[in-house]
DNA sequence: TTACGGATTATGGTTTTCCGTAAAATACTG
DNA sequence: CAGTATTTTACGGAAAACCATAATCCGTAA
């Protein structure tokens, strides 16, 4: 069983939930924080001291504070330590249930539990925890489960994204082929631009360009 | 001080928290559900008993089961509580920030108050609920307290919500003309749904139709 | 009744997006 | 290096959206 906790949270009330089921599997060397900068350097801070974390639960959102933030996600937090501590256990436990931020978080920050806030959560954070502590498995609440398995045959690009992003910040198509050209973006013709529409639209079954950005602002890829 | 109360909140985890806060205040007559029904079926019930409960601490979203339930937002709950107890006092706790609909819970819904769960959010739950028992002021989290005073000199129809309603879902222009036609919606004609959609591009400074759909979105107007 | 104001509808022209075809450039392979 | 495949670019016509103007409808008040 893990000896050593952080939590990253910043709702004070799931906070106090959380510290609950910690309680309840006996692990009372945990600490918490409502910033993800806070949470970093204490795990910095205690690589430092020979006494790391062996476990991270990080929430994905958290609000803004009059207090100036460098990590601003719980993503962003998830990343930054795997790169600082690479042997460390990581679960995500938040509401967030599209798929594709999910199966990225497994696949890009290399997670080892995703429990999904829910109705019954704490017994799912329970056992996420019993099951990563003593194996390698990775867990994922049974309710999102479809998300890893979903084959995912379109393969979306970086400039795909940019372009849905510009597109729903009400960027016309000419004006984002001009940020294109000046930023030398690769492909920045009006055809390259259509084309690739065009094939997003076909992938998402979306109708026109408002129900593509539409669709896409609802799964959360942009 | 409230002497019977009820909460209304999916999340388990975030319960304990809530639960927590109401011993502080030395609430013990309280009872929970995950379930909107429920909440309802027992408020009701509690009226024949004679024994009607003082404050209502609801939710907004809710997480859906394999449950069937008829009320599935803590909208729908606050409403039909209203009618059914009109004097009953309502406090809704959510992390929905989003100007539009906490104005109209306070005007339309008529609620007391309103918690952002946040990062001193249990501070703020029991200011509110001191405050309402005590009087008939209402209570609003400071982060969003502007919601209220934001004047929106521009009153949005129900036609203009099914407009942009349609167009998120990928209708076209002429698609929701035919529509409106055919279930005898009242201005149904071209120009009058181009004119309206230009009245709102104009009230949200929106450069296009994908932008006044993105920007509507994301202020949890459709 | 008539005049007025607001909302809806009608019309026409411009811009933007959409979609197919084809040429050019680039990458990949033997 | 030639040959093939893939991607990017170019072009043009059709459809949809955008925008300004004018006509019509309709309720209200003089």
Same mark, same amino acid.
């Given at each position: 069983?893990?000896?050593?906790? &952080? =939590? +990253? ?8 939930g @959380?510290q609950?089921?910690?309680? /309840?599997l006996? %692990?009372?060397d ?15 801070a ?7 974390y062996d ?7 958290f ?8 990590i601003?996600?719980g993503?962003?937090?998830i990343?930054k ?7 460390i256990? &990581? =679960? +995500? ?5 599209k798929n594709?931020? @999910?199966?990225?978080?497994?696949? /890009?920050?290399? %997670? ?7 109705l019954n ?5 329970k056992k996420?925890?019993?099951?990563i502590?003593t ?10 489960a ?8 379109y ?7 940019k ?6 910040a ?14 030398d973006?690769?492909?920045?013709s ?20 408002v ?12």
């Open positions: 069983m893990f000896k050593k906790v &952080i =939590i +990253a949270e910043d709702l004070d009330t799931m906070n106090l @959380i609950q089921v910690l309680k /309840d006996e %692990i009372f945990f600490q918490h924080s409502k910033y993800c900068d806070d949470v970093f350097l204490k795990m910095r205690a690589i430092h001291q020979n006494e790391p476990l991270l639960i990080s929430d994905l959102s609000k803004t504070d009059h207090r100036e933030v460098k601003t996600s993503d962003e937090l990343q330590v795997r790169e600082l501590q690479p042997d256990k &990581i =679960i +995500a436990y938040s509401v967030e249930d594709y931020r @999910i199966k990225s978080l497994f696949y /890009d920050a290399q %997670i080892d539990g995703f429990v999904l806030k829910g959560s704490i017994e799912e954070l996420a925890i019993h099951l502590s194996s390698d498995q990775k867990f994922i609440s049974p309710e999102v479809s998300a890893l398995q979903e084959k995912n045959n393969e979306m690009d970086d400039v795909d994204i372009i849905l992003k510009y597109l729903s009400g960027t016309s198509q000419d004006e984002i082929i001009e940020i294109f050209k000046s930023t973006i690769k492909p920045n009006k055809s390259a631009i259509e084309k690739r529409l065009s094939k997003l639209k076909d992938f998402f079954k979306a109708n026109n360009t129900h593509l950005v539409s669709i896409t602002k609802d799964m959360g890829i942009i």
